[in-house]
């Protein structure tokens, strides 16, 4: 059962062009995380979301958690070829000691942006 | 002064072998863990280990098995190894009770099992 349902998988579109990816569950979070990750490289943080409807911004992209801390979002203004890469939302179920940080990730999503 | 460094890149082997990957963070975290990313990218734990106590095992087969020497190090043995184990294994580290969980990974190393 894949707790974190991520849409969609691939996405390929022209420079300038907005997107949005989707990261749902039926479970609830305490923290859920988006990861990018590019080719021969590891996952780098983007940023987290821990509180039920926070909006954060890292320049062009937003990042929304979902009131019931069930979904996430994440959405490029104006998309650049350097935005190409793998997204991953990741999500951690409990607090602190309890859950020892591990992190249950969604399928990601590829995206690639065409000058 | 890379953070969390895995060796080697690459792992290119026989079936039925017994392979080691190495990971080392500098970063004075003190959690570490194993990842296994499959050829759909899917990312998913196999183990963890906080102050060289291992924290979580996750249904990985046994030919797996995890030591963590120190804080700072933590490698993974695989027995016997297996097709389906050809995949990206990453290392990653947080420092517990830190903000947010972050975790920082390592490049992956890229085992491909013939």
């Known amino acids: 059962t894949q707790l974190l349902e991520q849409s969609p998988q691939f996405l390929s579109i022209q420079e300038g062009e907005n997107l949005t990816v989707y990261c749902n569950s039926s479970?609830?979070?305490?923290?859920l995380q988006w990861y990018r990750q590019e080719p021969g490289e590891g996952p780098v943080l983007l940023v987290t979301v821990v509180t039920g409807g926070e909006v954060k911004k890292l320049k062009r992209l937003t990042f929304q958690f979902g009131d019931a801390r069930k979904d996430s979002s994440l959405h490029i203004t104006a998309a650049q070829p350097g935005d190409t890469g793998l997204y991953l939302c990741?999500?951690?179920?409990?607090?602190?000691?309890?859950?020892?940080?591990?992190?249950?990730f969604g399928q990601g999503t590829i995206l690639t942006v065409h000058p | 002064d890379t953070a969390v460094s895995q060796t080697p890149k690459y792992l290119v082997t026989q079936m039925g072998n017994d392979k080691s990957i190495k990971c080392e963070q500098n970063l004075g975290h003190d959690t570490m863990y194993w990842y296994k990313q499959d050829s759909k990218k899917f990312l998913k734990i196999m183990f963890s280990y906080n102050n060289k106590e291992l924290i979580i095992n996750e249904t990985v087969p046994n030919r797996f098995s995890p030591k963590s020497p120190d804080k700072a190090h933590l490698n993974l043995h695989i027995n016997s190894l297996e097709l389906g184990d050809s995949a990206v294994y990453f290392c990653?580290?947080?420092?517990?009770?830190?903000?947010?969980?972050?975790?920082?990974f390592g490049p992956g190393t890229r085992l491909t099992v013939l």
């Open positions: 990653a580290s947080r420092r517990s009770g830190a903000p947010y969980n972050e975790q920082f």
């Open positions: 990741a999500g951690v179920k409990g607090a602190g000691g309890t859950s020892y940080g591990k992190l249950t």
């Open positions: 479970s609830v979070f305490s923290s």
